[in-house]
């Protein structure tokens, strides 16, 4: 009879185990992605605080210059675009990343034209108020890059405990799959111009 029970004493211990250790990866995998989740509202804060500034920028450069139009329409259209692309937290998909990184950098490169363009206006330029929000746009272009690094390590916390052994195994039963970096936009790697 005592011969009986250890069979099943050791697959009590070993169901205990596996069971465990299944319970172990399942909160590492809840507590990443919510680490995830948390730099990913912080992204979006950052670019949301962008979003914000633009128009007290635009209303600036206005007031002061007689200023191409085609510049401004593009930097208020690209922040149109910029703010109408969300990601949920839960959809991270490099897909939807791409996707939502394409708006914010074109949003990028209209106002660098109309910061590049603003240098002809010697005015605009010594304006108190200008100085203040190029100042604050630069500072949020700078949290924007903190946030996206912040993002991109937690990204790769969790894909990596995602891909190793035996946590890959419990991964795919409990329906964790990868999720997607920020990239740099192409051409990044390519130092700008600057002529005077």
């Given at each position: 009879m005592k011969k009986a029970l250890i069979p099943i004493i050791i697959i009590a211990i070993v169901g205990i185990f596996i069971y465990t250790?299944?319970?172990?990866?399942?909160?590492?995998?809840?507590?990443?992605?919510?680490?995830?989740?948390?730099?990913?509202?912080?992204?979006?804060?950052?670019y949301q605080r962008r979003a914000d500034l633009i128009p007290n920028l635009v209303s600036t450069v206005r007031g002061y210059a007689d200023?191409?139009?085609?510049?401004?329409?593009?930097?208020?259209?690209?922040?149109?675009?910029?703010?109408?692309?969300?990601?949920?937290?839960?959809?991270?998909?490099?897909?939807?990343?791409?996707?939502?990184?394409?708006?914010?950098?074109?949003?990028?490169?209209?106002?660098?034209?109309?910061?590049?363009?603003?240098?002809?206006?010697?005015?605009?330029?010594?304006?108190?108020?200008?100085?203040?929000?190029?100042?604050?746009?630069?500072?949020?272009?700078?949290?924007?890059?903190?946030?996206?690094?912040?993002?991109?390590?937690?990204?790769?916390?969790?894909?990596?405990?995602?891909?190793?052994?035996?946590?890959?195994?419990?991964?795919?039963?409990?329906?964790?799959?990868?999720?997607?970096?920020?990239?740099?936009?192409?051409?990044?790697?390519?130092?700008?111009?600057?002529?005077?």
């Open positions: 250790k299944a319970v172990g990866v399942y909160n590492s995998f809840v507590q990443t992605e919510e680490t995830i989740n948390g730099q990913w509202a912080e992204v979006e804060t950052q200023f191409e139009r085609e510049t401004l329409e593009g930097v208020i259209n690209a922040r149109a675009k910029a703010t109408s692309v969300n990601v949920d937290a839960n959809n991270l998909t490099p897909e939807n990343l791409a996707q939502y990184q394409e708006a914010q950098d074109q949003l990028s490169g209209a106002l660098s034209r109309l910061l590049v363009t603003v240098e002809r206006y010697p005015d605009l330029k010594a304006n108190q108020n200008f100085l203040e929000l190029q100042a604050q746009l630069e500072g949020t272009e700078n949290r924007i890059a903190v946030a996206r690094r912040n993002f991109n390590q937690s990204v790769q916390a969790f894909n990596s405990n995602l891909r190793t052994f035996p946590n890959n195994l419990f991964a795919g039963w409990y329906g964790f799959e990868a999720k997607g970096y920020f990239e740099s936009a192409p051409g990044a790697e390519t130092a700008p111009q600057v002529q005077f």
